[in-house]
């Protein structure tokens, strides 16, 4: 993003955790209200990014694992004559998928609650800021109508 | 009002306009006439939304059937905003070399203007790389600044207001099924205020499942996801609709569709949005939901809750199994990657039983409909055909549980559940016809004491 930009920046989403990063704009005069805001925008976003990309790294991992093995047992190797890398087809992922989900059930359970808390946190903080503003704003207009 | 549906393609809102408008004009005529305007009007309805399908879904063919349709002209738009965007941030670049002291906003609205002009000079050029672009625009950096003119797309997008539509014709066919007589006002307060409502429970619900949807192909470009839209922005969206949306519907309508359509959006926001990646009891209270819209369309109509109401939200709810079940058996990696807890994932056989055994529950329902004075007899049998197709179509799922099966079945929903509501509605049986009946009988008794009486 631009040196110069005074609003916050989102990028391309991230190879592993799929979340699109973001770069935020601090203020020079920043309340401590902001602040808290921004502070906790950067939490949720550093806290989503490992869990994601912890996650999905496991994911392929393990679906690789299980191709492996199941391409074993059926006597066939990872690649076949041409070079292709062989895969199977739905039904046989289908237990691998439903495998995963069962394992990281609580994991999963855990994140929700953690997610759910920092989107209304935030989003309660946006509101603060935004009602904060706009007072400020009004005081401003007043005082430029009286003057 | 589901969040993990997708691919229900838009009804035609202006048509039911349409059919709305040449209703008033067509009021003093008697009620066969009228139900022939709007027969007219619901078949050119199906024919538009039915080549509208083709062309949506034959673009989609080639990728995953689990991609939301998105129709061709929507992504040439979003290329062409996006190179805006591109330029927009060369001209930023240029400012900082050219080291003239000049104030941000000022910057920017010059680069916007002369941003036109050098659209104009490349626009043959960017047509050509539009499509090429586009997957590009996507790996560079945004500003999070909220434009106006990009704001209405974005809260049609967080609204999901084609799959607002498709409850909003629901909610109306529920309207046009009550047995009494049509009243314009109360049909378009009904309407709106399900839309409204509708609108709310879907952005509330992007609002919950940003990094989910991030990880899901279908989903990765919604609103919310791509920072295009402030949570608190979402938020007050949402408030700004579901609440004059709720009391429109109590205050203009009546209390108990009001009731019924702020349950709804409870439903939809607080248990089956959580209960997602909890359990797959989701998938029932899913249908649930599905299922209200027309209910709340016939309590307008009358203002209690008939046998009849609780009949067509019956066919909805049904109707909602073979629909999901079958769109769900092609996205089963992404559920599972994503932590969400369907069926198809993790009871695979049961999701196919489910489907099939709720097919058959539509031939049932469709059966009940003339014992309950909502349709005639005629109804049952016409709609046979198309009952036993999906029921053909869901037995075939059941067996042979592959891609080819789940996309048929899928769909064949998609035209079957217009098709039917079609067909019960030429069926319905005349509230004039009764009345007709009872006029009859009472001057055949006048004539008779007439000539009774000297």
């Known amino acids: 993003p631009p040196a110069h930009s005074r609003s916050d920046w989102i990028g391309p989403p991230d190879k592993h955790s799929n979340l699109r990063p973001i770069i935020f704009y601090v203020p020079p005069e920043e309340s401590a209200l902001e602040r808290r805001l921004r502070e906790a925008r950067q939490e949720a976003q550093a806290s989503n990014q490992r869990f994601w990309a912890r996650h999905n790294r496991a994911f392929r991992q393990e679906k690789e694992e299980f191709i492996y093995s199941r391409l074993k047992a059926k006597g066939l190797e990872m690649r076949d004559e041409s070079g292709q890398k062989a895969t199977l087809n739905a039904e046989e992922m289908a237990d691998f998928y439903k495998d995963f989900l069962r394992k990281n059930f609580k994991k999963h359970l855990q994140y929700n609650r953690d997610w759910y808390k920092h989107n209304f946190r935030i989003t309660f903080l946006m509101g603060q800021v935004a009602l904060v503003r706009a007072l400020r704003w009004l005081r401003r207009r007043k005082k430029n109508v009286e003057q | 009002m589901s969040a993990a549906r997708s691919c229900r393609p838009p009804r035609a809102l202006a048509g039911l306009f349409v059919g709305c408008l040449r209703n008033t004009g067509a009021r003093q005529i008697p009620c066969r006439f009228v139900h022939l305007y709007h ?139 009550a047995p009494v007589p049509f009243e314009l006002t109360c049909f378009l307060l009904a309407s709106l205020g399900t839309g409204l409502a509708s609108c709310a429970a879907n952005s509330i619900n992007q609002f919950f499942e940003v990094p989910f949807d991030s990880n899901m192909n279908r989903t990765k470009n919604r609103p919310l996801v791509r920072g295009q839209i402030s949570p608190l922005l979402a938020v007050c969206f949402a408030a700004s609709c579901g609440i004059p949306g709720i009391a429109l519907l109590t205050l203009g309508v009546n209390p108990l569709t009001g009731a019924l359509g702020a349950f709804n959006i409870f439903l939809y926001t607080c248990c089956y949005t959580p209960l997602k990646r909890m359990s797959i009891a989701n998938t029932w209270v899913g249908a649930v939901v599905g299922a209200i819209p027309p209910v709340m369309g016939w309590t307008a109509a009358t203002g209690s809750l008939d046998a009849g109401a609780l009949l067509l939200g019956g066919i909805l709810y049904s109707w909602q199994f073979p629909h999901f079940n079958a769109l769900s058996w092609g996205l089963r990696e992404d559920y599972s990657r994503g932590g969400y807890c369907m069926m198809s994932v993790t009871h695979p056989g049961l999701c196919r039983r489910v489907a099939l055994r709720h097919c058959l529950a539509l031939i049932g329902l469709s059966t009940v409909a003339p014992v309950l004075n909502i349709t005639t007899w005629t109804f049952p049998i016409i709609s046979l055909p198309i009952n036993l197709y999906i029921s053909y179509l869901g037995f075939r799922f059941y067996r042979d549980a592959d891609r080819s099966s789940s996309r048929k079945l899928f769909f064949c929903s998609l035209w079957h559940l217009p098709m039917l509501l079609l067909v019960m509605f030429t069926c319905k049986k005349s509230v004039l016809e009764k009345e007709d009946k009872g006029e009859l009988r009472g001057e055949s008794h006048e004539m008779a004491m007439e000539i009774r009486l000297p």
């Open chain 2, 39 to 177: 027969v007219g009007s619901y078949r050119l309805i199906t024919f538009q939304y039915f080549s509208f399908l083709k062309r949506m879904y034959v673009t989609q063919c080639n990728n995953d059937l689990s991609q939301r349709a998105k129709p061709k002209s929507d992504s040439i738009v979003s290329a062409f905003h996006e190179l805006q965007q591109l330029d927009q941030e060369k001209k930023v670049v240029h400012e900082i070399s050219s080291v003239s002291p000049v104030h941000q906003s000022w910057s920017e609205m010059s680069s916007r203007n002369e941003l036109r002009e050098m659209k104009s000079a490349a626009e043959t050029e960017d047509s050509l790389i539009a499509g090429g672009a586009e997957s590009k625009e996507d790996r560079q950096w945004k500003e999070m600044k909220l434009r106006l003119d990009d704001l209405p797309g974005i809260l049609a997008r967080l609204s999901k207001i084609k799959l607002t539509a498709l409850v909003v014709s629901t909610a109306s066919a529920g309207f046009a099924m």
